[in-house]
């Protein structure tokens, strides 16, 4: 019998939920905002989503290009390091097979750079085939800045902090080149099925 | 050494307000503290899961003895727990006394203007206590900005007349039948006067919410207060 | 206007940091290499806590030190992205 903090549980973590569930998470109905800086603010006339090459190739869409694009509608599990997972969530945006569609390159990684300063990296392979989206929509609403409104990356295979908020561009580069919080302790690659959190795991 | 964590027993629980909480705690081997300073409370599940959180001490130094003021934050992790939840006789673990920048020494002299946000005044109110503990004849001055009469804290131990601490209520949403100031947030006119007695050089303490400690400090430096003689603590 | 997740302020630090730091590091005085604004670690912008403490300059949003917990470990990274130490803080 313990008397340190009785009855204290934290957030509710089951052991009972599906395979659906990776290890070491939660289920959660919420949908929590973390934050590593001020909330930037990008009017959509001015926002721009701009791909850049090995070579120093640049592909550049506008607001209005990038809804002129094929969009898709997706529903994907979304798991945040810190433990939440979050089932069901609806989304639309492009898929980035579009955006990469006729990209010249043999870059194996991709750096991804958001408005406020965010970076984030992972394998040119991890955002096609159907494994990434540039969405804008959530639950059938405008993205809020809050969620990285006006667009965000997602990549729902991997820990959350990969889908970069507030997304502006990528740099597909030969060398893997860590972002922001994979330079400061977090997982290079952060595979929530192997619970790839920390530097180590 | 980094600082131990220490075992702290709940030993009282009183209501500030219908939410609100001031949680007193004896804490065995407690070092001290001086007035403005807070600790990391540190919460512990019963499957090793752990999650801590900052909270400032409302009284100055007395033996073994934390007082802590709690408003709980609506989903929160950690405070509706400790608003609530933790038995009275039961124990959490605490580390500190934690930061020397936002603090009041009873040496200090200078005049001094705190303003308070909601919650904001917890480490405001140590400072106050310690103030009058040390019978120290510095002019003190409070602002304690809330939304209505049901969100002051202390709020006996601030209607009580102080010829050493000159007391202002601001109400932002709901001001008190009988008011001379309508109802509403802080304004340069609030802080002039109050400014105005801060002589010669004073220290001015601030805190609150993120927003109001913004506003707050953007008068204080257009009223021409020198930001260097500025202290702001801001919470989430 | 609601900001969601506003930052606190580095006086919050004092505790993370106390697990390695031998002095109070509030008191710490820090020089943004950006836009030149001083002062002590008390003052810097703090967000998080989750995944991380990210403490920003208060003028210009540099970042100044990110603190990552983790069971025993922390990782400290001062200034943006040169790397991390990491030291193990628990027994």
Request: aromatic share 10%; hydrophobic share 35%.
């Amino acid at each position: 019998m313990s008397s340190l903090s009785p009855g204290f549980h934290g957030r509710r973590r089951s052991t009972s939920l599906t395979d659906r569930l990776p290890p070491g998470q939660y289920p959660t109905e919420s949908f929590p905002v973390l934050s590593a800086g001020p909330t930037p603010r990008v009017p959509t006339e001015t926002w721009t989503f701009t791909v850049t090459t090995e070579t120093g190739e640049e592909r550049s869409w506008t607001w209005d290009e990038m809804l002129a694009l094929p969009q898709e509608e997706s529903v994907h599990d979304i798991h945040c390091v810190t433990r939440w997972s979050k089932f069901d969530t609806r989304w639309r945006g492009v898929s980035l097979d579009t955006l990469l569609d006729d990209v010249e390159t043999t870059a194996e990684y991709a750096a991804v750079h958001s408005y406020g300063g965010y970076t984030t990296n992972m394998p040119l392979e991890d955002l096609l085939d159907g494994k990434a989206w540039l969405v804008h929509t959530y639950d059938g609403y405008p993205l809020s800045p809050e969620h990285g409104g006006p667009a965000r990356l997602l990549v729902p295979h991997l820990y959350l902090w990969k889908s970069a908020k507030w997304v502006r561009g990528l740099r597909l580069t030969p060398d893997d080149e860590p972002g922001f919080w994979e330079t400061a302790g977090y997982h290079n690659y952060g595979d929530p099925w192997r619970e790839q959190r920390h530097w180590g795991d | 050494m980094p600082l131990p964590w220490r075992t702290a027993r709940l030993v009282g629980r009183a209501d500030e307000t219908a939410t609100a909480r001031t949680l007193v705690l004896d804490a065995p081997g407690w070092p001290g503290h001086l007035a403005g300073q807070h600790v990391d409370i540190r919460l512990t599940a019963d499957d090793g899961y752990q999650a801590a959180r900052s909270y400032s001490l409302g009284a100055p130094a007395d033996g073994t003895r934390l007082e802590l003021g709690v408003e709980p934050v609506t989903g929160g992790e950690v405070s509706p727990y400790l608003a609530d939840d933790l038995p009275v006789g039961a124990s959490v673990e605490v580390r500190g006394p934690l930061g020397n920048w936002f603090v009041w020494r009873p040496e200090q002299e200078e005049p001094v203007l705190l303003v308070a946000g909601g919650s904001g005044v917890v480490p405001l109110m140590a400072m106050v206590r310690a103030h009058r503990q040390a019978a120290s004849t510095s002019a003190f001055q409070l602002i304690h900005s809330v939304r209505g009469e049901a969100d002051l804290w202390y709020r006996e131990e601030l209607g009580r007349p102080d010829p050493a601490l000159d007391v202002r209520f601001l109400y932002t949403r709901k001001a008190p039948p009988g008011s001379t100031r309508p109802a509403g947030r802080l304004t340069a006119a609030d802080l002039e006067p109050a400014l105005k007695r801060l002589t010669p050089a004073g220290t001015v303490y601030v805190c609150g919410p993120t927003g109001f400690v913004e506003t707050a400090a953007d008068l204080l430096t257009s009223a021409g207060q020198d930001p260097a003689t500025i202290r702001t603590e801001r919470f989430g | 206007m609601t900001e969601v997740s506003p930052h606190v302020d580095g006086n919050s630090l004092a505790g993370p940091l106390s697990d390695i730091f031998a002095v109070d590091m509030t008191r710490a005085w820090w020089r943004c290499p950006d836009c030149g604004s001083t002062g002590p670690l008390a003052e810097l912008h703090v967000y998080g806590p989750d995944p991380g403490l990210t403490a920003r300059c208060a003028g210009c949003d540099r970042v100044a030190l990110r603190l990552v917990r983790h069971e025993q470990d922390t990782w400290l990274t001062l200034g943006g992205a040169e790397g991390a130490f990491r030291f193990r803080t628990a027994p």
